[in-house]
């Protein structure tokens, strides 16, 4: 059996894709290009190394590219463009594209994979939709929705065997493979919506293949990405993003355990590092720590007790997980219910700092961050390592962080910041070096001390005000 090359494609955190093109590199060996289209990686990928590609921990979701074209001409009117969509789908190489999707089932199968999740995730501002061939009349096409994370229940799926089928006469016991079309389009150029595509390039693959369009219960994902006049026709891989792997108890604001990853990635934890979340929410960060980087020590803490009950939870679930396929199941990871303001910590004794801070959004408010940035960044800057102790902050709240960091100036350095994506809010992971400042000794701590009892002095003025 020759080992087939082609062409592999995985969508990624947006602003994460350099740290997942370094993934592909030092796995799998191969270099990645990073697509025009945030939050997309390409690389060359053989059938040999399909099961390294799933355990990738940067990737949300991988397909395998049937056909792209960087500069597709698009025809001035609608109906011309969708006849040549539909012309496109008896021409393109789909065999060893679909040879690498019956050989990625058994891997699945062996893997006793989760059957449903959600399908393919669709970037913000990009008009996305799931549309079926011919009989799209009877179904009801969903919202087309501008969130980062549109979620599609995929169900049942059919065994390998029963899907092998013969295209030139089926034979009369085979099951009818079900497939559903996912469009992606981004670009204001363009005189059709997704829906319209999807709609037309799936019927047109009904056709070709003789199969049956399902939403729900499908057995192949065609996805056709269109970006400006880049066109990328692919199969999915994955029917459940890679992201949920981790968590089972998942919270109000629980994170991609992908860009989980890309933080983790970015601090470079070391040997026996001490690495703390001092607001772990579910817990997703350290336990990708523990899991992924399992040379480091990592303490999960929240001071809210349903918190630190889902981190456990998490964690206890995992480490079953692992017992029960007799793997070793213990982690380098404890869990604390904790005053993040103050940290049962000793000084300067932690080397890596990393959180998703309340956005203000979902959790917490605005209006409390411009006290608990500055106070808990402090706290963050007593119990990490003066000069060589780093964080990595994940934040929603842009200006009230910028602030709180620029009244921090003699204890934390901003060296570097991602622009990410997170359910369809605009947030910055920012990475931050501790100065060699010895905490408690800088201007700022004297400034800071006398601002507080002025503060209390005019809150004191505002009650009796009031």
């Not at 679909?98 to 058994?106: F, Q, S």
């Not at 889902?310 to 070793?328: E, L, M, Y």
């Not at 959790?363 to 402090?378: A, E, F, H």
Request: aromatic share 6%; with cysteine; net charge negative.
């Amino acid at each position: 059996h020759q080992d087939t090359l082609l062409c592999g494609s995985a969508t990624v955190p947006t602003g994460f894709e350099h740290t997942a093109a370094e993934e592909v590199k030092e796995k799998i060996g191969v270099d990645a290009r990073i697509s025009k289209d945030r939050g997309r990686i390409y690389f060359p990928i053989t059938t040999d190394k399909l099961y390294q590609v799933h355990l990738l921990r940067s990737v949300d979701n991988l397909f395998v590219v049937v056909e792209e074209y960087d500069h597709y001409q698009f025809k001035e009117s609608k109906e011309e463009t969708l006849t040549e969509l539909q012309q496109l789908a008896s021409k393109l190489p789909w065999t060893d594209t679909l040879e690498v999707w019956k050989l990625n089932r058994t891997l699945k199968k062996k893997k006793g994979h989760r059957k449903g999740g959600n399908a393919a995730k669709v970037k913000p501002n990009s008009d996305a939709s799931d549309a079926v061939a011919a009989d799209a009349e009877q179904h009801e096409l969903p919202q087309v929705s501008s969130t980062a994370e549109d979620q599609t229940t995929v169900e049942s799926v059919p065994d390998l065997e029963t899907c092998e089928q013969d295209s030139q006469e089926a034979a009369p016991e085979a099951k009818v493979i079900k497939f559903r079309v996912t469009c992606n389009r981004a670009g204001d150029k363009h005189s059709f919506s997704s829906n319209e595509a999807a709609r037309d390039f799936g019927g047109a693959v009904q056709e070709f293949f003789q199969w049956k369009a399902d939403m729900t219960k499908f057995d192949i994902e065609v996805l056709l990405n269109i970006h400006n006049e880049e066109v990328v026709i692919g199969i999915a891989l994955t029917e459940e993003s890679l992201h949920r792997r981790n968590i089972s108890h998942f919270g109000p604001t629980t994170l991609r355990s992908t860009l989980c990853y890309g933080m983790l990635r970015l601090c470079k934890p070391q040997e026996s590092d001490i690495i703390l979340d001092p607001m772990c929410g579910t817990g997703a960060i350290p336990l990708e720590g523990a899991i992924e980087f399992n040379s480091s020590f990592y303490i999960a803490g929240d001071n809210n007790d349903m918190a630190v009950n889902r981190t456990v939870n998490n964690i206890c679930h995992f480490q079953k997980r692992r017992a029960d396929k007799g793997s070793p199941s213990g982690l380098p990871i404890d869990t604390v219910r904790w005053d993040l303001c103050s940290l049962p910590i000793r000084t300067s004794s932690v080397d890596i700092i990393i959180t998703d801070m309340p956005f203000g959004k979902r959790m917490g408010s605005k209006k409390k961050n411009w006290d608990l940035y500055p106070s808990c960044l402090r706290e963050m800057a007593r119990v990490c390592r003066p000069s060589s102790g780093k964080a990595v902050l994940l934040t929603q709240d842009k200006k009230c962080f910028s602030k709180a960091i620029s009244r921090m100036g003699g204890l934390w350095r901003k060296l570097h910041t991602v622009w990410v994506n997170v359910g369809g809010l605009h947030a910055g992971v920012y990475l931050l070096k501790r100065t060699a400042a010895v905490f408690g000794q800088t201007p700022e701590d004297v400034h800071e001390s006398r601002g507080m009892v002025e503060m209390q002095g005019d809150k004191k003025d505002d009650q009796e005000v009031s």
